[in-house]
């Protein structure tokens, strides 16, 4: 992970079980919307949110590798893969501000997530310790969105929308279809498309 030289940092967290192209759209107009340095993904270690069994740690950081090395504006952090503990925002927030005093951080996520911030660990410190971009995935939840992100700003805390059209592509949906047989292939960069069909890793979720 090298940000050392950069000052406003986006960052992409979750399972990425598995990523997919719409991680990668969003990203990418999220750090040309609002001119940021680089994009930093960092793959969930063990969720406190998810009940289900996730594809290992060491394979989902090994799919965020593969979309990164192509694209300059896009990089990785193994912080949470590497983690024992579950991993919560805000602790991977304050480790790399400790690391990165100088760097703003803009924390990437999707209207759904923004929804239920407030289940978040301690959801009032992570917003206030750095900007807040949220894109919207689907146009029925467009007005919720919106009231949302006048609600955080009335409370004081900086949220902003990414200026994203409904892509409706979800990692849930993926393993959904792997699972029915179909074919999810143009959701997916080909590599790993291919590695989940020669591993079989959603065949038997």
Not at 71 to 81: T, V
Not at 99 to 125: M, N, Q
Request: hydrophobic residues 35%.
């Amino acid at each position: 992970m090298d940000i050392s030289n950069c000052r406003n940092i986006g960052i992409m967290g979750g399972s990425f079980d598995p990523i997919h192209i719409g991680h990668l759209a969003m990203a990418q107009e999220a750090c040309e919307y609002f001119g940021l340095d680089k994009i930093l993904f960092i793959p969930t270690g063990k969720s406190p949110h998810k009940d289900r069994k996730m594809t290992s740690p060491e394979k989902r950081l090994e799919w965020v590798k593969t979309v990164v090395k192509d694209n300059p504006l896009f990089e990785y952090s193994d912080y949470e893969s590497r983690k024992k503990t579950p991993s919560y925002t805000l602790e991977t927030i304050e480790y790399l501000q400790n690391i990165y005093p100088e760097v703003k951080f803009y924390y990437i996520l999707g209207e759904d997530s923004l929804l239920e911030i407030e289940t978040w660990y301690r959801y009032e410190e992570l917003l206030s310790k750095c900007v807040f971009l949220a894109a919207r995935r689907s146009p029925s939840w467009e007005d919720a969105l919106n009231k949302k992100i006048q609600e955080l700003i009335s409370r004081g805390f900086d949220v902003r929308e990414i200026p994203f059209r409904f892509l409706e592509i979800s990692s849930t949906e993926i393993r959904g279809k792997f699972k029915a047989g179909q074919n999810p292939r143009y959701y997916l960069l080909q590599s790993i498309y291919k590695d989940i069909l020669e591993e079989k890793i959603y065949n038997e979720e």
